[in-house]
T-cell receptor
Framework: EAQVTQNPRYLITVTGKKLTVTCSQN?????MSWYRQDPGLGLRQIYY???????DKGDVPEGYKVSRKEKRNFPLILESPSPNQTSLYFC?????????????FGPGTRLTVT | AQSVTQLDSHVSVSEGTPVLLRCNYS??????LFWYVQHPNKGLQLLLK??????LVKGINGFEAEFKKSETSFHLTKPSAHMSDAAEYFC????????????FGTGTRLTIIP
């Protein structure tokens, strides 16, 4: 089954404790992105990747890091989480073959930073 | 630069009546436009997309949208609402190619009254 998976689905952590949210897709997609969703703000792009070893900042990259060492994986790293990073996070992937027009979203990771 | 404005944060309609969710966009390029739906506690699913072909776009579940360049609008409609349509809907704009940075609207919550 074609899918984007994220882990963990739910995470409660404390300020300053480094964490990683994993994202993996099994569709051989070139493009991958991370978004955060906050009430009243819609989804905002954090980082995106056009291919392996190619990443770029989105609208709200501060406080986040990403890497793309393998095509299927695109982890999101919070080196020192803060309460304002409490949010719902989505990973998405899309294919260069159709111009990347359809984004396939993971199920989301709900992060709470206390 | 690009932006999207969803004109209503909340829309309520009775089951069996028409649905209209309004979206205006701004883009320096010929945009690609999308509508995504998010059911409660679920990820996002593509409803339909406009990629410079036919201006009237048909999507899944009986939804359609019309691209009007002169009005910079991409409103989502459905002739007859169903209880299962209750969800949050996002209008999304991208650049020339769908893989470029996506900009999401703030969302419209659709409530269906039995």
């Amino acid at each position: 089954e074609a899918q984007v998976t994220q882990n963990p689905r739910y995470l409660i952590t404390v300020t300053g404790k480094k964490l990683t949210v994993t994202c993996s897709q099994n569709m051989n997609h070139e493009y991958m992105s991370w978004y955060r969703q906050d009430p009243g703000l819609g989804l905002r792009q954090i980082y995106y990747s056009m291919n392996v070893e190619v990443t770029d900042k989105g609208d709200v990259p501060e406080g986040y890091k990403v890497s793309r060492k393998e095509k299927r994986n695109f982890p999101l790293i919070l080196e020192s989480p803060s309460p304002n990073q409490t949010s719902l996070y989505f990973c998405a992937s899309s294919s260069r073959l159709d111009g990347g027009y359809e984004q396939y979203f993971g199920p989301g990771t709900r992060l709470t930073v206390t | 630069a690009q932006s999207v404005t969803q004109l209503d944060s909340h829309v309520s309609v009775s089951e069996g009546t028409p649905v209209l969710l309004r979206c205006n966009y701004s883009s320096s390029y010929s945009p690609s436009l999308f509508w995504y739906v998010q059911h409660p506690n679920k990820g996002l699913q593509l409803l339909l997309k406009y990629t410079s072909a036919a201006t009237l776009v048909k999507g899944i579940n009986g939804f359609e949208a019309e691209f009007k360049k002169s009005e910079t609008s991409f409103h989502l409609t459905k002739p007859s609402a169903h209880m299962s349509d209750a969800a949050e809907y996002f209008c999304v704009v991208s650049g020339n190619f769908g893989n470029e940075k996506l900009t999401f609207g703030t969302g419209t919550r659709l409530t269906i009254i039995p």
